[in-house]
């Protein structure tokens, strides 16, 4: 119950065109639903994240759509770049895991120029 | 500002051996975290602690042991090292819940080869 799955594994996208990477998870209690950008030999670092109280956050070209009823949430970069290649991870925090965030397996987007 | 630091970059170790992967973080904050990144598998949680002198079992925490003397350090001991430890090691520090969002601060990773 504390598992947050991410689809798709791997994203190519042409430059310009729309990124989108869905996470589900299980855990009702969860209350706090961060995305972490990763680019190779880096750490993850926070991009932008939601609380379960609205059904959408944007900051810039990046937008996370919420729907609680269906437990799901998903990231969508807008007219994306080369820049934006990198691993994503969606995540979740709360219930029994208090502080902790449980991440999902990770989307590796590659954007062509 | 100089953020998590971690140090080493890359190891290679024996089958056996043990060695300690240190971090530390500037930001005086309470909680730290020890995770570890296999390829497809995302990040996986092995300690983690709220304080100086409290520290707790993550999700996997099999051969591993943490030790929290102070707010900026938190070392992770691999006590004899096994393949199965190859991973790429990211130490994590942020504030405690306060209401809002809990913004989890990442260092550069270690790379651990065991052979």
């Known amino acids: 119950q504390q598992q947050v799955k991410q689809s798709p594994q791997s994203l190519i996208v042409q430059k310009g065109g729309i990124s989108i990477i869905n996470c589900a998870y299980e855990n009702t209690a969860f209350d706090y639903f961060p995305w972490y950008q990763q680019f190779p030999g880096k750490g993850p670092a926070l991009l932008i994240a939601i609380r379960p109280d609205v059904s959408e956050k944007k900051e810039g070209r990046f937008t996370i759509s919420f729907n609680k009823s269906a437990k799901q949430f998903s990231l969508h970069i807008m007219d994306s770049q080369p820049g934006d290649s990198a691993t994503y991870f969606c995540?979740?925090?709360?219930?029994?895991?208090?502080?902790?965030?449980?991440f999902g397996e990770g989307t590796q987007l590659t954007v062509n120029p | 500002n100089a953020g998590v630091t971690q140090t080493p970059k890359f190891r290679i170790l024996k089958i056996g051996q043990s060695m300690t992967l240190q971090c530390t973080q500037d930001m005086n904050h309470n909680y730290m975290y020890w995770y570890r990144q296999d390829p497809g598998m995302g990040l996986k949680l092995i300690y983690y602690?709220?304080?100086?002198?409290?520290?707790d079992k993550g999700e996997v925490p099999n051969g591993y042991n943490v030790s929290r003397s102070t707010t900026e350090d938190f070392p992770l001991r691999l006590e004899l090292a096994a393949p199965s430890q190859t991973s790429v090691y990211f130490c994590a520090s942020s504030y405690p819940i306060s209401g809002g969002g809990n913004t989890i601060y990442f260092g550069e990773g270690s790379w651990l080869t065991v052979v």
């Open positions: 602690s709220v304080g100086a002198g409290i520290t």
């Open positions: 995540a979740a925090r709360g219930g029994t895991s208090g502080s902790r965030l449980t």
